[in-house]
């Protein structure tokens, strides 16, 4: 698990858009700039930077089809972002469970 892959994910996933996007790509095999400013209240323009945002993080990959741009989600750097919040979260139950248990022996 790369940090610098687990950071462009969160970055592209702050924005609400982008997420929203995602949800749009994941109920799809594929879909174009246009097919996407069909169905969100964002221009052909704002969809296709959003597109770039996301696929720069690699969540979504590109393919020329004929005239059109075809996106789809690309899963492992999902899968990278959650892999990091576990071990994360593990360390963090870790240190309150030592907590909790210094509290309860009374050493505060």
Do not use: C
Not at 65 to 72: A, H, L
Not at 85 to 105: C, K, N, P, Y
């Amino acid at each position: 698990m790369r940090v610098d892959t687990v950071g462009a994910v969160f970055d592209a996933l702050a924005d609400p858009n982008r997420r929203t996007l995602i949800g749009f790509l994941a109920q799809r095999d594929t879909a174009t700039a246009t097919e996407l400013a069909a169905e969100l209240p964002l221009t052909r323009q704002g969809i296709a930077k959003h597109l770039a945002t996301l696929k720069e993080a690699g969540l979504v990959r590109r393919r020329r089809s004929g005239r059109e741009t075809r996106y789809k989600l690309t899963p492992e750097p999902m899968t990278d972002a959650i892999a990091w919040m576990a071990t994360v979260g593990g360390q963090w139950d870790d240190r309150l469970e030592a907590l909790r248990s210094h509290l309860a022996r009374g050493e505060h």
